[in-house]
């Protein structure tokens, strides 16, 4: 019913900003929370931002807090991570979430590694 898809991600260095993105497809999304999660190998999928249908709430992981910036548009079904001063220990796939009736839908994993 909703899906994401990858439309961004890459290889920086620490220090560097970097902003990833991806677009919900099926409904509208503006009713319903979405956020991002990220894994590294041999891990579970962590918390780490999150922004009201509306957009006007956010919550972050405090690995993240003061660092990264969740946003959304809602008219493009767009959900958004700018992620500033970014360190190694960000490395991971990154994986956009919508939540809907108490479901969660995926995108595939954006990665993103951070060299020192």
């Known amino acids: 019913m909703f899906s994401c898809r990858r439309l961004g991600g890459g290889l920086v260095q620490a220090g560097d900003s970097l902003k990833v993105s991806c677009a919900a497809s099926?409904?509208?999304?503006?009713?319903?929370?979405m956020g991002w999660f990220r894994q590294t190998p041999g891990k579970e999928r962590d918390f780490v931002a999150a922004?009201?249908?509306?957009?006007?709430?956010?919550y972050y992981a405090n690995s993240v807090k003061g660092r990264f910036t969740i946003s959304r548009d809602n008219a493009k079904n767009m959900v958004y991570l700018q992620m500033n001063s970014l360190k190694p220990e960000d490395t991971g796939l990154y994986y956009c979430?919508?939540?809907?009736?108490?479901?969660?839908?995926w995108g595939e994993g954006t990665l993103v590694t951070v060299s020192s």
């Open positions: 922004i009201s249908g509306s957009g006007g709430r956010t």
């Open positions: 979430n919508l939540r809907q009736y108490g479901i969660d839908y």
């Open positions: 099926g409904r509208t999304v503006s009713s319903w929370v």
